[in-house]
Nanobody, 123 residues
Framework: QVQLVESGGGLLQAGDSLRLLCSAS????????MGWFRQAPGKEREFVAV????????YYADSVKGRLTIPRDNAKNRVALQKNSLKPEDTAVYYC????????????????WGQGTQVTVSS
């Protein structure tokens, strides 16, 4: 049974830094590209970033480029999301997802999803 579990969300202030962690089990982690998505209240789920199976390639949404990195550790079956200079508009539920092919940016590209972790940024 595949499980992706996000952790590290919570209530933060504008300007703070964020570190989320996605821990995977039940799959050969190194064979999956890992993506991060977020969904704000009343909005569709949107792509944030993705990292390739080896970790050698990454792709970021324009809205977060330069403020976010998503390192992965295949030995520990986990991928992180590290974001600086949080803004209130970063408030959302953040999800990690796994895709057994090359990088993808659409939610429909991904097979497995975590339950999400809430991040709330106050001004």
């Amino acid at each position: 049974q595949v499980q992706l579990v996000e952790s590290g969300g919570g209530l933060l202030q504008a300007g703070d830094s964020l570190r989320l962690l996605c821990s995977a089990s039940g799959l050969t982690f190194s064979k999956y590209a890992m993506g991060w998505f977020r969904q704000a209240p009343g909005k569709e789920r949107e792509f944030v970033a993705v990292i390739s199976r080896s970790g050698g390639s990454t792709y970021y949404a324009d809205s977060v480029k330069g403020r976010l990195t998503i390192p992965r550790d295949n030995a520990k079956n986990r991928v992180a999301l590290q974001k600086n200079s949080l803004k209130p508009e970063d408030t959302a539920v953040y999800y990690c997802a796994a895709r057994s092919m090359v990088l993808g940016t659409a939610p429909s590209d991904y097979t497995y999803w975590g339950q999400g972790t809430q991040v709330t940024v106050s001004s």
